[in-house]
Each structure stands twice: as structure tokens, then as C-alpha cells.
């Protein structure tokens, strides 16, 4: 397999030193997405990496996972579970990859204790824009390190990444603490990332009601034992709600892998809105025949290939600690989207492109994903307050999704003399930059009815155009 890698990642460095050498930008094909960006690759000017999906080696003893980018969260998971082990950040929707959760930030409901994905990473291959291949640590290229997290490929193509592990157990018990506003919420996050837990985030279902989710890795049952991933099971934020209805506290227990890929079943909450949209009966025997087409991979074909993205705020927010009240208040005020999901992050100061790189002591992730906003100028007016307000905050956005900042917003946000001189240091100022990345600059065909049969027959693709 080490053999296999090794010719791979030469014959695609040759072909980005074509590139280079031709002076001729590209982008990175990974051959799957969890951009809600509607993304379109010209086949003449795209590098395809999809191939890179393996997982090379687990060293049970140094605990850590030497993995190529495109290897899947679940993939990932069940690997590493063979010798009783688990990623220390493991990304709730089963279907994003290593190079994803680098690249763009991901964190989830351990991040409080370790931050996000890629600061649980110890070493980067890389492939730079001129096609030399490099390696990067925090010792050595420790800026390329450091730098490239966040940086959306625009910096070269990671084609390995050494991901930490921990000792994995069968059961996460789980304890649900009722809150009743946005300001007695963001102080049990406080509370509770300061204490002995491994798992925590937050829902809330209302201005005034929600839970903060609290969790230990155990091999032991306490209370009821619950599963999320099959097709009978309650969708997770669906059982979340009926014990916030309750306002008490709860505890139960849950398999480690149903409590990891928790949210891939109807994505958090999303998903609901297809059967809003398309008319259907939102019930428990919907959802389970339905259930194929409810896991996030395939939601994630039908946003592609429908273009619903452009109708729907689905936006992850990063907010300093004393600041998440103020913005949740805000979207309470102008937009009234519920449930929020609430995730504590532990700050990183050392990539600057990094949504949890604000100087405060905890970062509060807030999720926000509306239903269908059908106007086109009351959509853009939507993220356009959210960005405003965001700012205003000192907050930041993830890059998954759709950015309406105008250049010079952007760059006031983040620091573009490092950027630039990191860019012109490791040869990568022929690639496209982060802000012409992320940028939503095209306007898409919304056609809900050929993205949805095209994903449920599993022909939805990126779109490549020849």
C-alpha cells in the first residue's frame, strides 16, 4: 500500500508541476464535498486527488493514524477501531474526510478539549503548487503547518496527514441539562468544558428552552441504551427535543459510533425541510421509509445537483465567548431560525485562517440552518445580516458556506500579509486564493425536483465541465 501511495503522489506531483510550469491554475478534485457551495470543476484546469483514500498505517503504540485526505470519517472510524482506538475529533457526518476536516476547519463535540480536526494532526504531506513534495510539522515548515489549516487548498495539495488517537470505548453515556435562555446556556458550556467530560454541544429549541449534551466515553450502561443509526431509530435531534420538552435532566447511554455519526440521519435537522418542501408527512414511518435518502452523503448529492443552497441559511458562526449571547439574541430578533446548535471550541492562535483563532478563552460554535427562503434578495439580505453582524462581533465564519464579503471585508477579518507572504514563500500565488475560493460569485439553477430523484438514483455529481 506504501508502494501504491508513493507512485500516486508522484504522478500527481507531475501533473501540478505542469501547471505550474505552463503558469496555469487549477483546483483540487476530491470527488466528494460537504460545501454547501454549488461547485463546478472545468476538466482542463482540475487536478483529480480522489484516489488519495486509504488508510496507510495505525500505530497502536505512538497512537496515531497515518491517513491519505480523502478517507471518510466512517472509514476512518471503523479502521482505527479495529485495534481499539479512536480519533480524538471525529466530525459528526460520516461522509467528510480527512483533507475536508483540515482544510476546513471542522470541529465537533470534543473540540472543547482539543480544538478542531486539525489541530489533533501531527504531520502533513504535501504537494506544493510547483510540485515539489514536502513534509510539515510543528517543528519543521512549522508556518506551511500551521497555515495550510483553513487555507482551503490554496496552498498545496495535503496527500498525508498523522491524526491522533485515543483508547476508544463501547458506550458514551450521555447527560442532558436543561437551560432556559441563550445566557444560562453559554454558562454551562463554560461550566462544563472546564470539568471532566469528553463530549459536549448544545441545541436550542428556542429563545427560552434547550439542552447542553454533556458525555463520557464508558464501557459500563447507565439508564436506557439508545441508537441513532438505524433507519427504526429516532432521528437524534427529534429525541433531544422530546427531553428538552421534559426540562429535566437525563442521562442514558449510547453506542460510540451512533453517538459519534449522531446528526448524519436528516443532517442535524435539514433535512426535514425536503418534506416540507416536497409535502410530505413529517412522522416516524416517513422518516423510516425515507431513511436511505436521509443520511448526509446523499443530502449533500441532492443540495449539489438541485441548487437549494441558494434558498436555504445554513451557516456556522464562530463567536467569542462573551459575544454568543449578543448574536444569538440577534438571529432570535431578525430571523428566528431554530433549533441552534451550540459547540464549544478550544482556541487556536496559530492559523490564522481558523474560525476558533479568536483571542478568547472558549469559542461558541452556533449553527444556524433556516428553511427555504424562496426570494433570491431576501436570501442574500439573510447572509448578508448574518456576515454584518458577525463582524460587528469579532466573530468568524467557516468557509464550507456561502461568503457574500467583499474583498476588502474579508481581509479586514483576517490577516492577508501573512497569507500573501506565505503564498509567494511556498510558490503558491498560481493557485487561487482563499477569498476567490470561497466566494460565491455565480448564481445557479434551482431545479428541487431533478436534484432530489438524481440523488435518490445515485447519479448526482460535482459538476464537471468539459
Request: charged share 25%.
Amino acid at each position: 500500500m506504501k508502494n501504491d501511495h508513493i507512485t500516486l503522489v508522484r504522478s500527481i506531483a507531475s501533473q501540478v508541476k505542469d501547471y505550474f510550469e505552463n503558469k496555469k491554475p487549477f483546483h483540487i478534485f476530491h470527488g466528494s464535498t460537504n460545501s454547501t457551495r454549488i461547485l463546478a470543476f472545468k476538466r482542463s484546469e482540475m487536478i483529480d486527488v480522489s484516489a488519495l483514500n486509504k488508510v496507510l498505517a495505525i500505530d497502536e503504540k505512538s497512537l496515531v493514524a497515518t491517513v491519505e485526505p480523502n478517507v471518510p470519517m466512517d472509514a476512518l472510524v471503523e479502521a482505527t477501531l479495529t485495534k481499539g482506538l479512536i480519533p480524538k475529533v471525529v466530525m459528526e457526518f460520516p461522509g467528510i474526510t480527512v483533507g475536508g476536516g483540515i482544510q476546513g476547519g471542522a470541529g465537533e463535540s470534543s473540540s472543547f478539549r482539543y480544538g478542531c480536526f486539525n489541530q489533533v494532526c501531527t504531520r502533513y504531506e504535501m504537494i506544493l503548487a510547483d510540485g515539489k513534495v514536502v513534509e510539515a510539522t510543528a517543528k519543521d515548515k512549522a508556518d506551511l503547518f500551521y497555515g495550510t489549516a483553513g487555507s482551503f487548498g490554496t496552498l498545496g495539495i495535503i496527500t498525508v496527514a498523522d491524526v491522533q488517537l485515543m483508547p476508544a470505548k463501547k458506550y458514551v453515556h450521555l447527560t442532558y441539562l436543561p437551560v432556559m435562555s441563550f445566557q444560562e446556556a453559554v454558562k454551562v458550556l463554560k461550566r462544563t468544558a472546564k470539568q471532566d467530560y469528553d463530549y459536549i454541544d448544545g441545541i436550542m429549541f428556542g429563545a427560552d428552552h434547550g439542552v447542553i449534551i454533556v458525555g463520557n466515553l464508558s464501557d459500563t450502561v447507565v439508564g436506557k441504551v439508545r441508537r441513532f443509526t438505524r433507519a427504526r431509530d429516532p432521528w437524534y435531534y427529534l429525541h433531544a427535543e422530546s427531553i428538552d420538552s421534559r426540562a429535566e435532566q437525563v442521562t442514558e447511554t449510547v453506542l460510540l459510533v451512533d453517538y459519534l455519526f449522531r446528526y448524519d440521519r436528516g443532517g442535524f435537522w435539514v433535512g426535514r425541510y425536503a418534506f416540507e418542501i416536497f409535502k410530505v408527512p413529517f412522522t416516524k414511518l416517513t422518516r423510516a421509509l425515507l431513511d436511505t435518502f436521509m443520511h448526509t452523503r446523499t443530502l449533500y448529492q441532492a443540495l449539489q445537483e438541485s441548487g437549494a443552497s441558494q434558498q436555504h441559511v445554513v451557516q456556522d458562526l464562530a463567536l467569542p465567548l462573551d459575544k454568543a449571547v449578543s448574536f444569538m439574541e440577534f438571529i432570535d430578533a431578525n430571523l428566528q431560525v431554530y433549533p441552534l446548535w451550540l459547540c464549544p471550541l478550544k482556541t487556536d492562535n496559530r492559523s490564522p485562517l481558523q474560525s476558533n483563532n479568536i483571542n478568547t478563552p472558549l469559542v461558541i460554535n452556533v449553527g444556524v440552518w433556516g428553511n427555504q427562503i424562496a426570494s433570491r434578495e431576501a436570501f442574500l439580505k439573510a447572509n448578508r445580516l448574518i456576515e454584518t453582524k458577525l463582524t460587528e462581533l469579532g466573530g468568524k465564519k467557516w468557509f464550507y458556506a456561502h461568503s457574500y464579503y467583499t474583498r476588502n471585508e474579508f481581509w479586514n477579518s483576517y490577516d492577508k500579509q501573512w497569507y500573501d507572504n506565505l503564498r509567494k514563500k511556498y510558490n503558491a500565488t498560481s493557485l487561487p486564493d482563499v477569498y476567490d475560493k470561497i466566494s460565491v460569485k455565480k448564481e445557479y439553477e434551482i431545479n428541487l425536483k431533478r436534484g432530489a430523484t438524481r440523488a435518490m438514483w445515485g447519479r448526482a455529481k460535482i459538476r464537471i465541465i468539459d
